[in-house]
T-cell receptor, first 115, second 113 residues
Framework: NAGVTQTPKFQVLKTGQSMTLQCAQDMNHEYMSWYRQDPGMGLRLIHYSVGAGITDQGEVPNGYNVSRSTTEDFPLRLLSAAPSQTSVYFC??????????????FGPGTRLLVL | SQQGEEDPQALSIQEGENATMNCSYKTSINNLQWYRQNSGRGLVHLILIRSNEREKHSGRLRVTLDTSKKSSSLLITASRAADTASYFCATDAYNTGRRALTFGSGTRLQVQP
């Protein structure tokens, strides 16, 4: 299994540009999420999904869109990039949508620089 | 504000010593999870402890949970240089309507060879 994969690994954008960060998992996980990590800080939740066709907002959703058309893929779209969105973005997935969230499997991250 | 907060923010020890990191949280939880992050990498899961458990072990790792004090600790025994990383606690809060883990800001551990 490849686990959780993210592309690209690194991206430079100009203010106002849009782009999509890709995330895919091959573990048949129902739950997927996107976090951003700013220097020296923990992870903040952007959006999450409990299954195909179901998404919800996290702590810092503004400026980002998501969709979940398949179990495997959970892309994150930046609508109009701003310097404040310079960060490292992590995708994660886990089994099930039971009463508790289980172990999260993280991708390697995408480093985004917005000029 | 963060649900989980780690203490200390940074810790430097010698190889062979034990390292203890603490995590405090604010609301009732379903479980608490510890993750490790090597510099520039993604997070790797270490241990998950449920609200009805008090202690769990995995190799050189020992995690305790005190729900009355809303706190957890991660002990790494006989540390190695390879344990150098940032360690995060994450909480699955109970009945918040949002299905997501909340991460603390982490403890940066430096193990000197």
């Amino acid at each position: 299994n490849a686990g959780v994969t993210q592309t690209p690994k690194f991206q430079v954008l100009k203010t106002g540009q849009s782009m999509t960060l890709q995330c895919a998992q091959d573990m048949n996980h129902e739950y997927m999420s996107w976090y951003r990590q700013d220097p020296g800080m923990g992870l903040r939740l952007i959006h999450y999904s409990v299954g195909a066709g179901i998404t919800d907002q996290g702590e810092v959703p503004n400026g980002y869109n998501v969709s979940r058309s398949t179990t495997e893929d959970f892309p994150l779209r930046l609508l109009s990039a701003a310097p404040s969105q310079t960060s490292v973005y992590f995708c994660a997935s886990s089994y099930g949508t039971g009463p508790q969230l289980e172990t999260q499997y993280f991708g390697p991250g995408t480093r985004l620089l917005v000029l | 504000s963060q649900q989980g907060e780690e203490d200390p923010q940074a810790l430097s020890i010698q190889e062979g010593e034990n390292a203890t990191m603490n995590c405090s949280y604010k609301t009732s939880i379903n479980n608490l999870q510890w993750y490790r992050q090597n510099s520039g990498r993604g997070l790797v899961h270490l241990i998950l402890i449920r609200s009805n458990e008090r202690e769990k072990h995995s190799g050189r790792l020992r995690v305790t949970l005190d729900t009355s004090k809303k706190s957890s600790s991660l002990l790494i025994t006989a540390s190695r240089a390879a344990d150098t990383a940032s360690y995060f606690c994450a909480t699955d809060a109970y009945n918040t309507g949002r299905r997501a883990l909340t991460f603390g800001s982490g403890t940066r551990l430096q193990v000197q060879p």
